[in-house]
């Protein structure tokens, strides 16, 4: 009887217990599925932040990527121009194309009267139309004399009227196309003289004042500049630092304290570099102010921790017996290090140098505080030649109040992603063609 009663008591123990066992499994069951919604929601919401981000930048910026262009009969008449001498080519250089082009808008609006209607009539078309015209008859004297039908880029208002940007029910005291500009673009449209092309100016023209004239060729050899300074001294000086640490160092608190100081920097805000830039390459070294030489130069200040740390990692990587085999064959520690080491680490090295270099075409503050936020029109062909990067360039556009400049800020964000993009793309193709497994 006692034992039965005790089997008894063992069973409910044991039943009990499973009772318990089967709670606890239910409820981590539960809190891993919560845990796993949660982890499910983050992705969503951030995925859904960053496809509204992208979808704002796209639906504004590929209209950037393409520009109104106005047909007009240009009739090459030497004293309208001003030339006598159609050998000489001073005088076609600087013969009077803006004239040219108002007495071919006055031939095709011939009931423009007034002086503030014939401003209006004239701002139909982009000074640049003056620059065009003298850049073809330079190339083409011969065409002195005669008549020829060219399409001449639109002013930036115009672009956004033929676009639909222009809402005419405002009050036209409020906006400043005005609705005498509005039928004479409505005509053009009606007689298919005004059209919408790929705008190539906005990846071989500077920065302009001007909208429809304003270019990212200036600021993408600016970046392309800057960041190949920028590889030049952080690269090297990047895996040379790495390598000894690593390698050569003896480990005391002096390697400790740069061990420490090296993670430090690589959290220390961007802007404090170039306030150090400003104060000894500017203020101490005098080199030229907006120059890619000193851009490259602070930028390699930056990016140097995170070369040294991705280097150290990929040194570490490798394992002992490589080394061990290296030395026990007879080679000395630098061969060691140079034929069997940093071959093995290099892919790891390159992925670092090319995300630190991502890292540097991004940045903005520091590049401000040595002046390369200037207005810079013409084209760089040198690191000492003034000039500014794209996210500056982004910086100044966004800050202006004409709309298409708003949409060539998307545009050029646009383009800045997609080197981005490439560049992170490189560095995973490079780790995953040459990392090897051990």
Known sequence: MTNRTELNALERLSKHKNERLA?????????????????????????????????????????????????????????????????????????????????????????????????????????????TLRDRLVANPELLGTTETLWLLADDEVDSYFRGHVDVSIPE?????????????????????????????????????????????????????????????????????????????????????????????AAVPSIVFGLLGLAVFLNFFQFPRSAPLVGGLVLTLMTLPTIIIASRAAIKAVPPSIRQAALGLGASKMQMVLHHVLPLALPGMLTGAIIGMAQALGETAPLLMIGMVAFIVDIPGGVTDPATVLPVQIFLWADLPERAFVEKTSAAIMVLLMFLALMNALAVYLRKKFERSW
Do not use: C, H
């Open 23 to 131: 709670a606890n499994l239910k409820s981590r069951k539960r809190k891993e599925t919560r845990f796993q919604l949660y982890g499910i929601l983050s992705l969503a919401l951030g995925g859904i932040f960053l496809s509204t981000l992208l979808i704002s930048i796209v639906s504004s910026g590929y209209k950037a990527f393409f520009i109104s262009y106005v047909e007009m009969e240009i009739v090459w008449d030497a004293d309208e121009l001003g030339i006598y001498d159609a050998t000489d080519e001073e005088e076609l250089a600087f013969a009077d194309y803006e004239g040219l082009v108002k007495t071919t808008l006055k031939e095709r609006f011939p009931g423009v009267s007034g002086r503030n209607d014939k401003r209006r009539l004239y701002s139909l078309i982009s000074s640049r139309a003056a620059y």
């Open 173 to 265: 005291d409020d906006r400043r196309f005005k609705d005498i500009q509005a039928g004479w673009v409505d005509d053009l449209v009606a007689k298919g003289q005004i059209v919408s092309k790929f705008n190539t100016i906005f990846f071989t023209a500077g920065d302009s004042r001007e909208p429809e004239q304003a270019g990212i060729r200036g600021a993408m050899l600016g970046s392309l500049f800057t960041l190949l300074v920028t590889l030049i001294l952080s690269f090297p000086i990047g895996v040379a630092a790495a390598i000894y640490l690593e390698e050569f160092a003896p480990k005391n608190k002096f390697t400790d304290i740069i061990e420490v100081n090296i993670n430090n920097l």
